[in-house]
């Protein structure tokens, strides 16, 4: 299993700001990944952040937009910048595990970012 | 690319009654996973069941099993003797099996399931 800390848990940023969202694995994992999940909506997946590499964006979601770090196996950063409400959701960070009968996607709590 | 449907955005029953959430999906791979997870008020996704796409056998976890059709690609979950803490958001997902290990989810719209005391 994996234990996701994913900090801040909420957050109220002005308009035309950034903010970084960090999350910290208890194992080492290959690859990480970047979700966004808008009120009342399902999860879409940002991006894949890959150790040692650029992150692996999806259909919709741009480098400048979302930048990612990714320094080491244990450790991510989403940053979202230049805020507008539009940006109002819940970001969250999770971690595959592949083990045949005990494959799972593990979850941060998220953080509720609220753009005003 | 891989598509998750899921067409109850709500659903309501009595404690104790049996719910069945629908889910189908549209993918090219071959090996893969499908998931339930369940999101309460807190927001933390909580894995429900998970079944094996090369595994014909439908999986069950206590009161939660599922209906898997591969060749129709459904993913059906029942819920037995339904339970007050079952309120929630329910989110069928699949998740890719790639060379680099498990790939990121792909998530159906979800379902709002409540249970009436």
């Known amino acids: 299993s994996a234990v996701i800390s994913q900090k801040p848990s909420r957050d109220i940023c002005q308009r035309g700001t950034s903010l970084t969202i960090q999350c910290q694995v208890d194992s080492q994992v290959t690859m990480m990944f970047w979700y966004r999940q808008q009120p009342g909506q399902s999860l879409t997946l940002i991006a894949t952040?890959?150790?040692?590499?650029?992150?692996?964006?999806e259909s919709g979601f741009v480098i400048d937009k979302f930048p990612i770090s990714r320094p080491n196996l244990t450790f991510s950063t989403l940053t979202v910048s230049n805020l507008s409400p539009e940006d109002s959701s819940i970001y969250l960070c999770s971690v595959g595990l592949q083990g045949g009968s005990r494959t799972e996607a593990f979850f941060g709590q998220g953080t509720r970012l609220t753009v005003v | 690319a891989q598509t998750v449907t899921q067409s109850q955005p709500e659903m309501s029953v009595q404690e104790a009654e049996t719910v069945t959430l629908s889910c189908t999906y549209d993918?090219?791979?071959?090996?893969?996973?499908l998931f339930w997870y369940k999101q309460p008020p807190s927001r933390q996704m909580i894995l429900v069941i998970r079944?094996?796409?090369?595994?014909?056998q439908n999986a069950t976890e206590n009161r939660f099993s599922v209906n898997f059709q591969k060749a129709a690609k459904s993913f059906s979950l029942k819920i037995s003797d339904s339970q007050l803490g079952d309120t929630a958001m329910y989110f069928c997902a699949f998740m890719k099996i790639g060379g680099g290990g498990a790939d990121g989810l792909t998530f159906g719209k979800g379902t709002h399931l409540i249970i009436q005391p």
């Open positions: 079944q094996e796409a090369y595994k014909q």
């Open positions: 952040a890959n150790q040692g590499s650029e992150a692996t964006y």
């Open positions: 993918t090219s791979e071959n090996n893969y996973y």
